[in-house]
């Protein structure tokens, strides 16, 4: 399923305005006067700001912001994403970040009230237009004209990018909408029940059109492993790691940067806060506004370093470098399992499931089936070691652009394959985990990150590079064994009436 191939197909040819400087050409789209339907759904159009250069190079600042970008596709491991030949998909469970939002608390709070603050308080606005980087900023507004009403709140583009995102889901999965076997054939859609979560849901019920049933989950602290958001529900999940680590590359790769608009702008003082807060409103001015000048007042590389800051802060804190976090992933996972493995209706009465949640649940999920592992064929190596903090590891496989940008989303898929069978691996699910013991008989699972096939570093020989359900049962064991203890990870104690390793939200009423 690509959901980039409807968000941006013929829209480049839309006409683009160039503007000139130092130094790069950079172009921003305009929006198609035609917009582009899918399964009946207008999809939004973000105008791509990209950085041009020689011999062809382009660069596209919106994929590379980690969660702070409007949906696109991830590159993937350039995987043929429809089902492999032969192979029609049975199944499927998702799991999805809500939808474009204003701001989070966090950086509204750290970085952008701050900036915008001392940018309004500012008397000599005129000196911004000394540099052409900066001009903008002469007349520039916050985006945020009511915090109370829109900080961790969608936006506009969200609940259209939410129904755009259940078109996708129309088109991709007709046979399985129709699956329903419920006793009031009501199919069910789940969000946590933060309003973000929620009103991404309606707009994806509106956007599928077919009368679906919203299921809101509580987030509350002691609900232990039967949440959507576990993050929450975790006493020792501590959402301040990778602090230290991404605030010490903050300070190095922000340092040239103060000094450069220092220079363009004597007197407004640029610090790092004012630094980060401008770049991540080149995202959030983008899903608010539909337009900004933020993306293009710095470089390729200066992108990457903002890139690489965020994905520091993900992978010690949602990421392989929390010791807890395949803990925390884990029940979506193993409950993901129990739903491909049923071939009957008694405990999972539908064909697809949708849930809704917030960024930090997609990477604990793939930290759980150990995706997008940096240390995954060097099983020796010290992940840590992968994310210096003094210079880019270019080559890592650790990238949060591609992992949870709004609406990013982990599913995974139940294939049955005729004339197909695993070059190794089980020929039946053990039952190790509590999934139903099913034969193979043809039937394969793969992983989508964001619209792209993910192979299981550990079971890839299926048709398309994915994995015998028997096999994948197997593995999603092992797992269990390392990472089963939800209770003892994050030290509940048995005064917590609901405390559970296990996900029951799907059961069948």
């Keep these: 399923m690509y959901f980039l191939q409807y968000l941006f197909a013929g829209l480049v040819s839309g006409g683009a305005v160039t503007v000139h400087a130092t130094p790069h050409v950079r172009s921003i789209e305009s929006t198609s006067p035609t917009p582009v339907m899918v399964a009946g759904m207008p999809v939004p159009h973000h105008k791509r700001q990209v950085i041009e250069g020689p011999g062809g190079y382009r660069f596209d600042v919106l ?35 809500h939808s474009n939002i204003y701001a989070n608390d966090f950086d509204y709070e750290t970085y952008l009230s701050p900036f915008l603050s001392k940018l309004a308080n500012y008397s000599d606005r005129s000196i911004f237009s000394r540099t052409h980087d900066l001009a903008f900023l002469a007349n520039y507004t916050s985006p945020i004209t009511n915090e109370t009403q829109q900080i961790e709140k969608m936006t506009p583009s969200g609940g259209d990018a939410a129904a755009a995102f259940a078109g996708v889901i129309r088109a991709t999965y007709p046979n399985l909408l129709n699956g329903t076997t419920s006793q009031a054939d009501a199919f069910r859609i789940w969000a946590a029940s933060a309003s973000r979560d929620v009103d991404t849901a309606k707009a994806f019920i509106q956007g599928l059109g077919n009368n679906a049933a919203l299921v809101t989950v509580n987030e509350g602290e002691g609900d232990s492993a039967d949440s959507l958001t576990p993050h929450i529900s975790c006493p020792a999940f501590d959402a301040s790691m990778g602090s230290v680590q991404s605030g010490a590359w903050e300070q190095k790769y922000t340092a040239p940067l103060i000094e450069r608009f220092n220079t363009a702008a004597p007197g407004f003082n640029f610090t790092l806060t ?47 470098g929390n010791p807890i976090a395949p803990q925390l992933g884990l029940p979506w996972v193993r409950s993901a399992l129990d739903i491909l493995s049923a071939n009957d209706t008694s405990a999972f009465n539908q064909n697809l499931y949708i849930s809704f949640t917030h960024r930090e649940e997609p990477p604990l999920v793939l930290t759980a089936l150990g995706l997008f592992n940096n240390s995954a064929y060097y099983p020796g190596l010290d992940v840590n070691s992968t994310m210096p ?97 939800f209770i003892g990870a994050c030290g509940i104690n048995d005064t917590v009436t609901n405390r559970t390793d296990l996900l029951s939200i799907y059961n069948a009423q």
């Design 63 to 97: 994929e590379h912001l980690a969660g702070i970008a409007p949906y696109f596709d991830s590159p993937g491991v350039q995987l043929d994403p429809h089902p492999p030949d032969g192979c029609s998909v049975t199944k499927a469970t998702y799991i999805v970040r």
């Design 274 to 320: 004012d630094i980060v807060g401008m770049q991540q409103l080149c995202g959030y001015d983008t899903v608010i506004r539909n337009r900004t000048d933020f993306c293009d007042a710095f470089t390729a590389d200066e992108w990457l370093s903002f890139e690489y800051a965020n994905d520091l802060m993900y992978f010690y804190s949602i990421g392989y």
């Design 389 to 485: 903090t003094d210079r880019i590891n270019h080559q890592r496989a650790w990238r949060t652009s591609e992992i949870l940008p709004f609406l990013g989303h982990v599913g995974i898929e139940r294939l049955q394959c005729a004339n197909a069978s695993p070059e190794t691996g089980s020929n039946s699910t053990s039952g190790g985990d509590g999934a139903e013991d099913v034969w193979d008989d043809g039937a394969f699972v793969r992983v989508l990150v964001n619209g792209a096939p993910i192979p299981i570093p550990e079971c890839q020989t299926g048709p398309g590079e994915s994995c015998a359900l028997g096999s994948f049962a197997d593995y999603i064991s092992q797992r269990v064994a390392l990472y089963g203890d």
